[in-house]
């Protein structure tokens, strides 16, 4: 499994970013290594709680989001660069066997279901409505058991039919 790690100053898998390293950088920076430690024990705690999710609700996630279709095993993860919060917990995107994307949020997704869930959610009824030819606003499958954390459909930016391209496309937007 490949891991990815980025962030503000360093991009790489943490392979590259450790030989880069230089036992002269904890002389040049007190304090570093306490700094290197807690973020070391984050990640760990933070991949090992995703994949603990993930295989308790592989079967609800499968179901709501891959419409029941046997998705593989992780093969990597991608820890994006989002903050760190609640004991250096962050957003990641999961990639498996199947070639399928999943995206796991670390917070309660519930509400961001009801907004632009792909059903009965508030983007749901707007696109639903009447309206002409206006660009839909995307929407998203989700799979949030409860207030801790939640899976998301992998939609990758900046598809060319999902993209507002000119003025009338965002005049009929708004």
């Known amino acids: 499994m490949t891991l990815v790690a980025r962030g503000a100053y360093e991009t790489g898998t943490l392979q590259e970013c450790c030989e880069k390293f230089t036992l002269e950088?904890?002389?040049?920076?007190?304090?570093?290594?306490?700094?290197?430690?807690?973020?070391?024990?984050?990640?760990?705690?933070?991949?090992?709680?995703?994949?603990?999710?993930?295989?308790?609700?592989?079967?609800?996630?499968?179901?709501?989001?891959?419409?029941?279709?046997?998705?593989?095993?992780?093969?990597?993860?991608?820890?994006t660069d989002?903050?760190?919060h609640h004991g250096g917990q962050q957003v990641c995107i999961v990639t498996f066997s199947?070639?399928?994307?999943?995206?796991?949020?670390?917070?309660?997704?519930?509400?961001?279901s009801l907004i632009t869930g792909d059903k009965d959610s508030f983007a749901a009824v707007l696109n639903a409505a009447e309206g002409?030819?206006?660009?839909?606003?995307?929407?998203?499958?989700?799979?949030?058991?409860?207030?801790?954390?939640?899976?998301?459909?992998?939609?990758?930016?900046?598809?060319k039919d999902r993209t507002i391209k000119s003025d009338e496309d965002i005049k009929s937007y708004y």
């Open 25 to 79: 950088s904890l002389d040049r920076f007190p304090g570093l290594t306490g700094m290197i430690d807690t973020r070391c024990t984050f990640f760990t705690q933070n991949i090992t709680k995703m994949l603990d999710r993930f295989t308790a609700h592989k079967e609800g996630i499968g179901q709501a989001i891959f419409g029941g279709k046997d998705i593989g095993k992780p093969t990597g993860i991608h820890v």
């Open 132 to 159: 002409g030819d206006r660009p839909l606003i995307p929407t998203y499958k989700y799979y949030a058991p409860n207030e801790n954390f939640g899976f998301v459909q992998y939609l990758p930016h900046g598809e």
């Open 82 to 84: 989002s903050d760190p």
């Open 98 to 112: 199947s070639g399928e994307k999943l995206v796991y949020k670390p917070r309660d997704c519930r509400i961001d």
